[in-house]
């Protein structure tokens, strides 16, 4: 399996760069490369990237989205008087994901719990180790 460039989507020849074009981290060919910032050194060419840890994104490893996430997240919005379209617009996904989030079909991970809290202004996230204790 061949690599593409993420930026111009032709197979990357000999070795990708990983460089940062307006604040994304992507793996591109040497001709996109001087389109953004390289950030370390070339990028291993396997054909699978690994995904940003939790601790890389400004997150303690040890944290868990709060069980209660449904209720918060709709008392929320409700006080802030926003519908789910809205919320939905505001932080670019679909009205449908805010209702499953809303109605526990569907928990949302760390990127979009950050989300929502960031615009709820609530939070969305426990330590692992309370979560523990009150399941004991």
């Known amino acids: 399996m061949a690599l593409t460039c ?3 989507g032709s197979p990357i020849r000999g070795p990708p760069s990983r460089v940062e074009i307006d604040g994304a981290v ?3 060919c040497t001709n996109c490369a001087r389109r953004g910032t390289p950030i370390g ?4 060419a396997k054909g699978v990237l690994t995904p940003r ?3 890389e994104a400004g997150l303690s490893p040890d944290l ?3 069980p209660d996430y449904p209720l918060i997240v709709k008392a929320a919005r409700e006080k802030l008087g926003l519908t789910q379209e809205q919320l939905g617009r505001k932080i670019n996904v679909k009205p449908s994901v805010i ?3 809303e109605t526990g079909k569907m928990k949302p991970d760390l990127a979009l719990a950050r989300t929502l809290m ?7 996230l426990v330590a692992s180790s309370e979560l523990d204790q009150t399941r004991s």
């Open 6 to 8: 993420e930026v111009c």
């Open 41 to 44: 050194a070339p990028a291993q």
């Open 99 to 101: 209702s499953h989030v």
């Open 64 to 66: 868990e989205v709060d």
């Open 53 to 55: 840890m939790p601790a």
């Open 26 to 28: 992507l793996l591109v």
């Open 118 to 124: 960031h615009e709820l202004k609530v939070n969305l």
